[in-house]
């Protein structure tokens, strides 16, 4: 079974760095590309950063450019979220999730712009 | 990169059609066919419900169908069950740099 587990979660305080993990099993890893979903307490989806399946390409929400820095390591089929100065409103769980990629009659591309599998997140709590 | 507009809350009683809406702009929704909507019951991660603007994947009942108009986007459930009940999020590539922008939520309340 396609399987995504989140770690790296906890409390820290505003202005820490945390790292989350995400470990992939059971299929291709660096053939897709990943995304790194948050949603606070009570509140929506954010969508918060995507990297390519190569790890060449990434991309971030404007909320968390600068201060946050995704990767991967694809012979250890794992993904990675580097937080820095971490705010109290990055408070929430963070999923990582598989982008299952997009295919028409003439290319393939890492990115369908959906996700077909999620973890079950891990939380991040930021407060003094 | 503001997030895509739904409803707040949408009910219905069991048997009925309710529809979800979700309305971005021509730089989201309205220019591009990447429009997929999620499922999430309380404390659990979301599951794809559809993709790619009207695509079902395997295992998602018919009963939930989906389609765009213009920079509007739309969920159905038709003949809402029980288990329907939960919260519901429409997502779509955008041209902005951001690559990926989610809607507000919808809560759907089987009455």
Known sequence: EVQLLESGGGLVQPGASLRLSCAASEFSFSSYAMTWVRQA???GLEW??????SGADTYYADSVKGRFTISRDN????????MNSLRAEDT?????????GYCSSTRCSDWGYYMDVWGKGTTVSVSS | QSALTQPASVSGS??????ISCTGTSSDVGGYSFVS?????PGKAPKLMIYEVSNRPSGVS?????SKSGNTASLTISGLQSEDEA??????????STLEVFGTGTKVTVL
């Open chain 1, 48 to 53: 918060v950063s995507g990297i390519s399946g």
């Open chain 2, 14 to 19: 069991p048997g009925q059609s309710i529809t």
């Open chain 1, 92 to 100: 929430a769980v963070y999923y990582c999730a598989k982008d299952p």
């Open chain 2, 62 to 66: 018919s009963r939930f169908s989906a």
């Open chain 2, 87 to 96: 919260d519901y999020y429409c997502s779509s590539y955008t041209s902005s």
């Open chain 1, 75 to 82: 012979s250890k089929k794992t993904l990675y979220l580097q």
């Open chain 1, 41 to 43: 307490p009570g509140k």
């Open chain 2, 37 to 41: 909507w999620y499922q999430q019951h």
